[in-house]
């Protein structure tokens, strides 16, 4: 057991090693730190990263997933999204915010993916008025930007270490989006297909590791949600002046369980054990469940 004097809002082991297990928080402050669990007192690393409280943070390029550099996003209430690199001190290696004149909207959820080589990396962030923006940190340049009119809770793809393959949103209103990342139209951007859970809000989504076409949404009632999403005949259509669009799949419901009477706020997957899963709750209990018959499925 650690204390810190601020309290920690979010927190990543995806940028190091497991030889390492060094792990990335960031804080109310707006602070991100990384702690060598080993001698927790002084962080390795330490940067006043934004100016309020720190939402949301991701890794990759450790733990031998995703290509490339060991990098660490974290997207925050000012309104900016940056990229750090460990090895370099004190500046983001990218940094997204909003244009001159353009509002600053909480930035609730972030996530990398498309990090299948060296070159190709994407950030995807979703914000507190439903929009969803996917920026190329090879082009450095905004990719796609969409809307889906409700809080953005949490998003992630499928597999940060593939080129980028489906993403699923989760809002603030009970819906979830899953996108078809393989085709983006120039106009229409990527295909979806929206599913309405309950009426709370649904907190966060996880893809189970060893097949990533099952996922668990965790949700405002206290209850988990295990989905499988099924791809149409075709991913991919003509329109009428030729281009390549998306074809959404469906998803189907295969598992339901309530756990609490309070919201289930995180969730996660043992990338070892299939069906191994651990949640955190506003009970403040930690529960460790295991999911059976996911061979069958």
């Known amino acids: 057991k650690i204390e810190k004097p601020k309290p920690i809002k979010c927190g990543t082991f995806g940028a190091t090693s497991l030889q390492q297990r060094y792990l990335a928080t960031g804080d109310f402050d707006g602070n991100l730190n990384i702690w060598n669990l080993e001698a927790p007192e002084i962080p390795v690393y330490s940067v006043k990263g934004h ?19 060991p990098e660490i996003v974290t997207g925050s209430r000012d309104g900016t999204v940056k990229v750090w690199d460990p090895r370099q001190k004190d500046t983001p290696v990218a940094n997204m915010e909003p244009i001159q004149g353009e509002s600053k909207r ?7 993916g498309n990090a299948y080589n ?23 340049s905004l990719r796609w930007e969409t ?40 106009t229409k951007g990527f295909a979806s297909i929206s599913e ?14 060893q097949n990533r076409d099952i996922f668990m949404t965790s949700g ?15 991913r991919s ?16 419901l295969l598992q339901n369980v309530t756990l609490s009477t309070q919201p289930i706020s995180s969730l996660d997957w043992s990338p070892d054990k299939k ?11 930690v529960r460790v469940l295991v999911v059976t018959k996911l061979n069958k499925v």
Not at 51 to 69: P, R, T, Y
């Open 147 to 186: 809307s889906i009119k409700n809080g953005v809770c949490s998003v992630e793809f499928d597999r940060k270490d593939i080129s980028m393959n489906k993403l699923v949103a989760t809002s603030l209103e009970g819906k979830f989006h899953v996108f078809d990342m393989r085709t983006q139209h120039p």
């Open 237 to 252: 259509k003509k329109d009428s002046e030729g281009a390549e669009m998306g074809v959404a799949g469906s998803v189907s």
């Open 51 to 69: 100016k309020e409280i720190i939402n949301s943070i991701d890794g990759v390029g450790g733990l031998g997933i995703g290509e490339g550099a």
């Open 275 to 285: 069906g191994l899963c651990v949640c955190g709750a506003f009970d403040q209990t």
């Open 118 to 140: 060296q070159e190709e990396r994407v950030v995807c962030a979703g914000y507190d008025n439903g929009d969803i923006k996917l920026f190329d940190l090879k082009t450095m």
């Open 220 to 234: 405002g009632a206290g209850s988990l949600h295990l989905w499988k999403y099924e791809y149409p005949a075709q």
């Open 106 to 112: 909480d930035c609730w959820t972030v996530a990398f």
């Open 196 to 209: 309405k859970v309950q009426k709370s809000t649904i907190w966060q989504v996880r893809h189970l590791p």
